[in-house]
């Protein structure tokens, strides 16, 4: 089997041919980046919601870490930015290789939801009961 030079999917390093991700893995990369930017802005919310507590220091101004709430408010916002451009790498390479690209918003996912635990916890600790 011989491929030609200008063909965009061309052999592998190893000399197979790609694997090719089909018009259902777009649709899947493409639904599952949708999702998790609405979970992503979801979560941010979620997260300023939860900076209302802020509010018991307006008693103590010394017990709270004011640095750690303002790391809480871009966690998950940095999260969501970086799946969005993880995932548009991932599709402009599909195209050259043809890679399967499902899971590039899935981990995107996954990540946001950690990092949604992280600044809750961080939240927690900056603010006093």
Do not use: N
Request: net charge negative.
């Amino acid at each position: 089997m011989s491929y030609d030079l200008d063909d965009d999917f061309g052999p592998t390093l190893d000399g197979h041919p790609p694997t090719r991700g089909g018009a259902g893995d777009l649709a899947a990369s493409i639904g599952l980046l949708v999702v998790a930017l609405l979970v992503g802005a979801t979560l941010s919310f979620a997260v300023l919601i939860e900076q209302m507590k802020v509010a018991a220091c307006s008693v103590d101004l010394t017990g709270c870490d004011f640095t750690l709430i303002g790391i809480s408010t871009w966690l998950v916002p940095a999260a969501t930015a970086a799946t969005l451009t993880a995932s548009w790498i991932a599709l402009a390479h599909r195209r050259r290789t043809g890679a399967y690209t499902w899971w590039v918003p899935l981990l995107g996912f996954v990540g946001e939801v950690i990092a949604f635990a992280i600044a809750s916890s961080l939240i927690d600790v900056a603010i006093p009961r």
